[in-house]
């Protein structure tokens, strides 16, 4: 069964640093786009970062210049370093990705979610 790991959450002060990473597993042949979203408590989910299978990226203007996404390929595993981080960055992280799953002879593309990462910054 396929599915997205998250690590790497927790509470850091103002102008701190955190780590994300995502982890996919399951029976992949390969994945397409992949990316953080997050959701603060009584907001809708919104785009952090996506990167694609190329490398080309993608940021919310509120994490420019911030947060950098990237990942690797060989560990079928998506990152986000967090920078300079805000009290408005508190939320639960999501990853997310299309996977290009195999089951024998067959194939789909189906989009995953993690489970999510709580991001805590408070002094």
């Known amino acids: 069964q396929e599915q997205l790991v998250e690590s790497g959450g927790g509470l850091v002060h103002p102008g701190g640093s955190l780590r994300l990473s995502c982890a996919a597993s399951?029976?992949?042949?390969?994945?397409?786009?992949m990316g953080w979203y997050r959701q603060a408590p009584g907001k809708q989910r919104e785009l952090v970062a996506t990167i694609t299978s190329g490398g080309n990226t993608n940021y919310a203007e509120s994490v420019k210049g911030r947060f950098t996404i990237s990942r690797d390929n060989a560990k079928n595993t998506v990152y986000l370093q967090m920078n300079l981080l805000k009290p408005d960055d508190t939320a639960v992280y999501y990853c997310?990705?299309?996977?290009?799953?195999?089951?024998?002879?067959?194939?789909?593309?189906?989009?995953?979610w993690g489970q999510g990462t709580q991001v805590t910054v408070s002094s």
């Open positions: 997310n990705a299309e996977l290009i799953i195999t089951r024998g002879t067959s194939w789909s593309t189906n989009d995953y």
């Open positions: 399951g029976s992949i042949f390969s994945i397409n786009h």
